[in-house]
C-alpha cells in the first residue's frame, strides 16, 4: 500500500530563511507526489506535482521539491520564507490509474518575524 | 466561477440523528471526489464519481455512509445514525476529465461536523 510520512508536524523558520518540509514516500510501483497547501479557513491549493518528468518540479509561490528515488523522498524547499507562507502542508501520493490520494498527516508552517 | 462550495460550513448534530452535506463543484467538472479528515491527520479519501457514476468507495465509507451524485452536477454525502467517530472535517474536490496526473483537483474550504 502506498503511503507517505512527514517528518516534523510542526516547523519554524524565521521570515527569509530556508524552508524545508520532508516526505518520505512508500509504495511499491513508481509514485506520483503532490504537495498541497492549506491555509486557515481555505481548501487544500495544489502547491506541485511530480508525474515522472523532470526530478526537480517547480511549484507555485516559489516553492520546489525534488524525487530523489534513492531516498524516497520529495522534501519541499522555498529559498526564502515569507510570513504568507504559513499554513499547513500536506504530502500526498498516487499512482498511475488510481484517482485516490493519500495523505501524510501535515506539517505546520510558522513563520518567525 | 467561486470554485468548489460546500454546504453547511459547520454542523453540530447529536449522536443518532442523520446528516447531509452538498457539493457543488466547478462547472464542467465531471469528477467530484470525498475526503475526510480528521484533527491532526491528513484527508482520508472516501469516494469519488466520474460524472453520476461513483466509482470508487473506501473502507473506511461504512454502511452509515452514501454518497449521490444524481445528474453529474452536485453531490450529496449523507451520514445515517451518526456517532461521535464521525466528528470531522468533510472536503469535497472536482476536476476536469483525464485524471490527477493531467489535472488538478480542486478543493471546497470542507464542511466541519461535530457530533455531541
Known amino acids: 500500500a502506498q503511503s507517505v510520512t512527514q517528518l516534523g508536524s510542526h516547523v519554524s523558520v524565521s521570515e527569509g530563511a530556508l524552508v524545508l518540509l520532508r516526505c518520505n514516500y512508500s509504495?511499491?510501483?513508481?509514485?506520483?507526489l503532490f504537495w498541497y497547501v492549506q491555509y486557515p479557513n481555505q481548501g487544500l491549493q495544489l502547491l506541485l506535482k511530480y508525474t515522472s518528468a523532470a526530478t526537480l518540479v517547480k511549484g507555485i509561490n516559489g516553492f520546489e521539491a525534488e524525487f530523489k528515488k534513492s531516498e524516497t523522498s520529495f522534501h519541499l524547499t522555498k529559498p526564502s520564507a515569507h510570513m504568507s507562507d504559513a499554513a499547513e502542508y500536506f504530502c500526498?501520493?498516487?499512482?498511475?490509474?488510481?484517482?485516490?490520494?493519500?495523505f501524510g498527516t501535515g506539517t505546520r508552517l510558522t513563520i518567525i518575524p | 466561477d467561486t470554485g468548489v462550495s460546500q454546504d453547511p460550513r459547520h454542523k453540530i448534530t447529536k449522536r443518532g440523528q442523520n446528516v447531509t452535506f452538498r457539493c457543488d463543484p466547478i462547472?464542467?467538472?465531471?469528477?467530484l471526489y470525498w475526503y475526510r479528515q480528521t484533527l491532526g491527520q491528513g484527508p482520508e479519501f472516501l469516494t469519488y464519481f466520474q460524472n453520476e457514476a461513483q466509482l470508487e468507495k473506501s473502507r473506511l465509507l461504512s454502511d452509515r455512509f452514501s454518497a449521490e451524485r444524481p445528474k453529474g452536477s452536485f453531490s450529496t454525502l449523507e451520514i445515517q445514525r451518526t456517532e461521535q467517530g464521525d466528528s470531522a472535517m468533510y472536503l469535497c474536490?472536482?476536476?476536469?476529465?483525464?485524471?490527477?496526473?493531467?489535472?488538478?483537483?480542486?478543493f471546497g474550504q470542507g464542511t466541519r461536523l461535530t457530533v455531541v
Open positions: 462547472s464542467e467538472h465531471n469528477r
Open positions: 500526498a501520493v498516487s499512482d498511475l490509474g488510481n484517482e485516490k490520494l493519500t
Open positions: 509504495s511499491s510501483v513508481p509514485p506520483y
Open positions: 474536490a472536482s476536476s476536469l476529465n483525464g485524471g490527477l496526473l493531467d489535472t488538478e483537483a480542486f
